[in-house]
């Protein structure tokens, strides 16, 4: 090969670079306009905080969007969309082969742009994504019919805990915004990343409860925060969330069973985090002390769930009173058997 010919060769592949390159907007150019309400309007507006930090996001907006040139929008051309199904094949096969299907695409429920996985999001905005369809207080009537207390099951856990296949479960923590509580009984408002960031100062919100910055809530960090007047606004609300989420849109047998979630000491019970807003609108989780919602006094005083949590002190009281009830008995016989020589012959 002459260098001539290497050097046209060479000087092609270089203009069909610039040609490819040119060819297709990046991610940036996108977000320049879908980024501003005021330019695209609400339908096509991105919240670019929110977007850039999803999987979703790390991939770009050409992996789904493949077909728009760098005439867009000029062009006319209406912008090619994949379908969740190329990537998602088996979240689809579950979801297509559920009685919820016929009923709704992946789009009524989930945004792409804000698509997260399931330990990012809280189980209350899980549940903001059935409300969707499903209005709460009808929810709560129907569920009423049968299972107690039914308002405070469905603030408790999430839609998907019952309805789906969803498996391993853990208890996650939430800071409640106590100023906000006058809802309904059971009900509760999450505090939102801007009124802990204003509570945290310049520091973190996580320095909150994390005193020591270590990345885990133990024992102790949880019962100085339970403990301090300048948290008087907050609280901490349980909630059972899987750790992995199904689309099958069925009830189990097995989830008709109280003991499912009112059993004493499962590992469920045992494993919990604590879940904190972030400025991109995902959470953050933290691990916490093994065993840290069965104390109901000390560890989580606004999680209680029957069977499981416990108190420290009441079995304290619990015991006394026992023992109490056990000295009038036993102290009378006891006292009879050490005096039975001094009542021989007496008639006593």
């Known amino acids: 090969m002459t ?49 850039d930090h999803t999987a ?24 090619s969309k994949s379908a969740c199904k190329d990537c998602h094949d088996e979240v689809n096969h579950d979801y297509y082969s559920s009685a919820h ?5 992946c789009g009524d429920c989930h945004n792409p742009h804000q698509a997260h996985g399931a330990t990012q999001v809280s189980g209350y905005d899980m549940n903001q994504q059935c409300a969707g369809c499903h209005e709460t207080a009808e929810m709560v009537t129907a569920h009423d019919q049968w299972l107690p207390q039914a308002e405070l099951h469905m603030t408790g856990v999430p839609c998907i805990s019952c309805h789906t296949g969803s498996s391993d479960y853990v208890i996650t923590l939430y800071l409640s915004n106590r100023g906000a509580e006058d809802l309904e009984p059971g009900n509760f408002e ?18 909150l409860i994390d005193l020591n910055g270590d ?23 349980g909630m059972m969330t899987p750790e992995e989420v199904s689309h099958t849109f069925d009830t189990l047998d097995n989830r008709w069973d109280c003991t499912f979630c009112h059993a004493s000491g499962p590992e469920a019970m045992q494993t919990s985090f604590l879940s904190l807003p972030n400025d991109t609108g995902s959470f953050d989780r933290l691990n916490v002390e093994k065993g840290a ?56």
């Open 101 to 105: 299907q016929p009923n709704a695409e």
């Open 56 to 79: 979703h996001g790390e991939m770009g907006c050409e992996s789904c969007h493949e077909s728009i040139s760098d005439d867009h929008p000029d062009d006319g051309l209406a912008p």
């Open 190 to 207: 999450l505090a939102s990343y801007e009124i802990l960031k204003g509570m945290a100062g310049d520091k973190s919100v996580q320095s």
């Open 215 to 237: 990345n885990f809530i133990s024992l102790t960090e949880l019962r100085s925060f339970n403990h301090n007047p300048a948290n008087k606004q907050l609280g901490l609300k």
């Open 293 to 348: 919602v069965l104390d109901i006094l000390y560890g989580t005083p606004d999680f209680y769930m029957m069977g499981s949590t416990r108190s420290k002190a009441l079995n304290i009281i619990g015991i006394a009173i026992i023992m109490g009830g056990l000295i009038m008995p036993v102290g009378h016989g006891t006292l009879r058997f050490l005096t039975r020589k001094n009542r021989q012959g007496k008639g006593h």
């Open 3 to 51: 260098m001539k010919r290497l050097s046209i060769l060479m000087l092609a592949a270089l203009f069909g670079a610039l040609f490819v390159a040119s060819a297709a907007l990046g991610s940036d150019d996108c977000l320049e306009c879908h980024g501003d309400v005021d330019m695209v309007g609400e339908e096509q507006f991105i919240d670019v905080a929110k977007f």
